[in-house]
């Protein structure tokens, strides 16, 4: 295979063309077919260096740009991405052209080099995580800390002197200061993970900080000045939480001055294929074996399936198939609970002909992917006996939007344990 010549490209030198370059290379290389893996790794390395090194040189040349250009407006998507290349726009690894996730990255790419807080919503896997990191990677602060707080995986008595730090004394267990995660981001960037968990009382002083910049320990009447920025992420309605009372309306409108939300996979099934593609590639380095192929009723069943788990599920899945399958992995090399799913390729006559002639596609689409959504929700209930929380493990998803997914189509987990309960009854 003929390698991409970085030479040969550009006479004149700017960031944006070394960076776009780089950017060439690293996914040359990642398809070259007759280099050694090492060699790959090696050269790949080079990339990573080569980029780091660029975004050192100047931040504010990359910002003076970023404000002076402007994409047109009827743009193709491939315009787009590269005008954020031309941008030099640090992309961390995020694939894809669909129009809403380029422009999610198109207001990144705005807000990135602001202080604003910025709130990032969408379903458990779809990229939020990811985002933030496009954020702080584009900013001013991308030298600075990048510190995460997942909200909803500290106990709520903990959760303060996590954020804000604590005096001495100021509860049991409290044997010397302890400075918090604000703190510890100082010009940098936190990220406040799963926000619809914060307690409301954790609200409050949420809200202080991004009224005055300043925190006070807990067990303290010092005020600590802090410069962090905040970007935070949800997989709930915020909006519907604060109209509910479980969520300050005045912090939900603070923090959403930039919101960023991003479509779950099944939105943009144009990209399954480029991020199979990513994954196999990124599985079989990781696993030290040769990308795996793909039989074509897998392939088909990986494009039609529904990936409540987004992103992440089917990534997982990718990796799975790498771990277990030879050669070419199969519809059998897929876990127990999605070949049982509806989505498998089977359902695919789930459409009468009479409704055709009726419906339009969309709303064809819509019926095929919530009746497989239910139907994959009953089975999961069915093999873990109505345990919600471990079918959310199972499938990787987080439990509270599982808890969502089975309210929005009626189901009840207890009545899965209730018959899980009869069955085992009756055997004993
Ligand atoms: N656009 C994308 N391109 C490539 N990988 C992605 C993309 N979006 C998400 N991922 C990957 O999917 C997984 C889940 O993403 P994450 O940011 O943790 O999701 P969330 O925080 O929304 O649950 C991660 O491994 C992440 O790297
Ligand atoms: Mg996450």
Redesign the pocket.
Same mark, same amino acid.
């Given at each position: 295979m003929k390698l991409y010549n970085v030479k040969s490209k550009s006479s004149s030198i700017s960031y944006a063309g070394v960076l776009e370059k780089v950017e060439i290379l690293s996914s040359t290389l990642r398809w070259a077919a007759k280099l050694e893996r090492p060699e790959i790794q090696k050269l790949l390395n080079q990339c990573n260096s080569l980029r780091d090194e660029v975004m050192q040189l100047s931040h504010k040349e990359r910002f003076v740009q970023a404000s002076s250009k402007r994409t047109p407006k009827n743009a193709s998507a491939a315009e787009r991405r590269q005008a954020l290349v031309d941008r030099s726009f640090v992309f961390e =690894?995020?694939?894809?052209e669909n129009p809403k996730?380029l422009e999610s990255l198109e207001v990144a790419q705005k807000v990135a080099p602001t202080d604003l807080p910025v709130l990032i919503d =969408?379903?458990? =896997?779809? =990229?939020?995580?990811?985002?933030?990191k496009v954020i702080h990677a584009n900013g001013r602060r991308s030298d600075g800390p990048y510190i995460t707080v997942n909200c909803g995986a500290i106990p709520d008595s903990l959760l303060e002197s996590e954020l804000f730090g604590h005096k001495k004394g100021s509860f049991t267990g409290a044997i010397s200061d302890r400075k918090g995660k604000f703190e510890s981001a100082e010009g940098g960037t936190i990220f406040l993970?799963e926000l619809g968990e914060l307690p409301l009382h954790s609200q409050v002083k949420l809200l202080r900080v991004l009224q005055s910049n300043e925190i006070q320990r807990v067990g303290s009447d010092e005020l600590i000045e802090v410069d962090t920025r905040v970007v935070a992420?949800t997989?709930k309605n915020l909006r519907q939480l604060s109209e509910e009372g479980t969520f300050r309306e005045d912090l939900f409108y603070r923090l959403s001055v930039i919101h960023v939300t991003?479509p779950p996979l099944r939105e943009r099934r144009d990209?399954i294929q480029l991020?199979n593609e990513?994954?196999c590639d990124e599985a079989a380095e990781s696993l030290n074996r040769a990308p795996i192929k793909m039989s074509a009723s897998l392939l088909r069943f990986l494009e039609r399936y529904d990936y409540p788990g987004?992103?992440?599920e089917?990534?997982n899945i990718i990796y799975r198939l790498s771990c277990l399958a030879g050669d070419t992995a199969d519809l059998e090399h897929l876990p127990d609970h999605l070949r049982a799913g509806p989505a498998a390729p089977a359902t695919s006559g789930a459409i009468a002909t009479t409704e055709v002639a009726s419906g339009s596609l969309s709303e064809l689409k819509k019926a095929a992917s919530d009746q497989a959504e239910r139907e994959f929700l009953e089975i999961g209930l069915q093999e873990t006996g109505g345990k919600v929380a471990e079918l959310a493990r199972r499938i990787d998803m987080?439990r509270s939007h599982l808890q969502t997914l089975l309210k929005k189509h009626g189901i009840s987990s207890r009545d899965f344990r209730a018959k899980a309960g009869a069955g085992s009854a009756a055997k004993a």
């Open positions: =690894g995020v694939f894809g996730l =969408g379903e458990s =896997g779809t =990229g939020k995580e990811l985002m933030a993970d992420a997989n991003l990209e991020l990513f994954f987004n992103i992440r089917l990534r987080n």
